[in-house]
């Protein structure tokens, strides 16, 4: 099914009231394009828990803390549509694709910022970023007013930051998290991907051994009757993206997955165990000419999991 194209915001209103009124549940699945298996698999979860789906297409400028990182950004509206109506049933039944004017008519005044849970990550390291998302995603939650809108895990801060925003601004929205989608040699699925060149392709297969290390050494550590500690976490991490020359390490870092702050007793010592059950394992590197970010929740058995090497590796 072809999904209708809307790009104005008051007629995105209209479709909205007119699907409200028929009793219909709306879930909003925002994208910025360049749209691959990981947000096809958003929107399939998104038609199940709504009667009406909304994909928003829109590369939102205000989150982008690099010049060229947006105009790098690929844009492809009408391969995106193609994309979306090859999903017969799960097809939106919009794609909401705004001009940047009229997402932004004027300078803004006004910016949503979420504190604390942007400290550390991609927060510390793309100042600003998360300002524009949240503010972006307020905009696009009053723009469509959704029931349900749909985030994927890949973006875990990003997942946790709307989550506190929804929260703390009684949005009424419920926010779903989808699983990370990763390629047959466990490379999150990512826009970005695509900007690869060969080499950089295959150096980004590390990504996922890093973080399957750390998931391996908690294991060890947890076989010999320890608690897992950040350190031995963290070197895991670093020391398996290190046999990597074509990687440039932006952060890894062991935090607790809900306040994304060090857990509970980190800080007393190199060897230092946490109390924790749950610890997200939390990546960005450069790749040739891009920024990648991958995570898993050790301990969190479904996410583990995912990681499980795959047939091509
Ligand atoms: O995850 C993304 O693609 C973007 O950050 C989002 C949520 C669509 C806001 O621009």
Known sequence: MTARRVTTIAQMREVCAAERAAGRRIGLVPTMGALHEGHLANVRLAAEVADTVIVSVFVNPRQFDRSDDLSGYPRDLAGDEAQLADLGEASPAVVFAPHVTEVYPRDPAVTVTVTGLTDRLCGATRPGHFDGVA??????????????????????????????????????????????????DGVAMSSRNRRLGPEDREAARVLPRALRAAVEAAREQRAAGRRPSVEVLRRAVTDTLRTASAIQIDYVEVLDPETLAPPDSYGRGEDDETEQEQL????????????????????????????????SE
């Open 280 to 311: 997200l394992v939390a990546l960005a590197a450069h790749v040739g000419p891009v920024r990648l970010i991958d995570n898993v929740v050790v301990g969190d058995a479904q996410d583990e999991a995912r990681l499980a090497p795959h047939a």
């Open 135 to 184: 503010t972006v995603v307020t905009k696009l939650f009053n723009m469509t007013a959704p029931d349900v809108a749909v985030f994927g895990r890949k973006d875990y801060q990003q997942l946790q930051v709307i989550r506190r925003l929804v929260a703390d601004l009684d949005l009424p929205v419920e926010i779903v998290a989808a699983p990370t989608v990763r390629e047959e």
